[in-house]
T-cell receptor
């Protein structure tokens, strides 16, 4: 079983749509959670951290459910520029490393 | 601007011919990482250096080696590249071991022919 699992998609949505991505992780000792964005053939870039109480950054909302070991990312009012792969990332202090999911690809169409 | 620079952006090598990928940083970070990312897969950590201390992941093939001659530079050596080693190789840095503050280079895309 992969340590971090995501539905690879692709998710094809029209501009203005709301889309949600999910992620599950297997290490219950995981402590920190992130969403990274990766454009085609580019490096991953931090999109946002995910906090237990949930957090929002503009059109992006991240949620964490520790009991279910589940993380989500909601994108409202999708823009063409949101087209990318979104990587769910988990950090555990017992391993001391970031573990990446394979990513969910989003394609926003006009 | 402080950053992580990888050279070259694209590298083509022959099957079995040793190849070296380069990473440099101006951030003065203690930790440097090498990740391998194959198409449509998650970045996979190969190894990292904390200062001069080398930490190899258990499942990293012996074919992959690394050198960090000083704080600024880190190299990935692939001794005998196979077709399965074709991937994007990402270098990242962080000030310390921890969840945040990672800076990634733009990657080197390796093709093996």
């Amino acid at each position: 079983r992969k340590e971090v699992e995501q539905d690879p998609g692709p998710f094809n949505v029209p501009e203005g749509a709301t889309v949600a991505f999910n992620c599950t992780y297997s290490n219950s000792a995981s402590q920190s959670f992130f969403w990274y964005r990766q454009d085609c053939r580019k490096e991953p870039k931090l999109l946002m951290s995910v906090y237990s109480s949930g957090n929002e950054d503009g059109r992006f909302t991240a949620q964490l459910n520790r009991a279910s070991q589940y993380i989500s990312l909601l994108i409202r009012d999708s823009k063409l520029s949101d087209s990318a792969t979104y990587l769910c990332v988990v950090f555990s202090s017992n391993t001391g490393k970031l573990i990446f999911g394979q990513g969910t690809t989003l394609q926003v169409k006009p | 601007d402080a950053m992580v620079i990888q050279n070259p952006r694209y590298q083509v090598t022959q099957f079995g011919k040793p190849v070296t990928l380069s990473c440099s940083q101006t951030l003065n970070h203690n930790v440097m990482y090498w990740y391998q990312q194959k198409s449509s897969q998650a970045p996979k950590l190969l190894f990292h250096y904390y200062d001069k201390d080398f930490n190899n992941e258990a499942d990293t093939p012996d074919n992959f080696q690394s050198r960090r001659p000083n704080t600024s530079f880190c190299f990935l050596d692939i001794r005998s590249p196979g077709l399965g080693d074709a991937a994007m190789y990402l270098c990242a840095t962080s000030r310390d071991i921890g969840p945040g503050g990672y800076t990634f280079g733009s990657g080197t895309r390796l093709t093996v022919v």
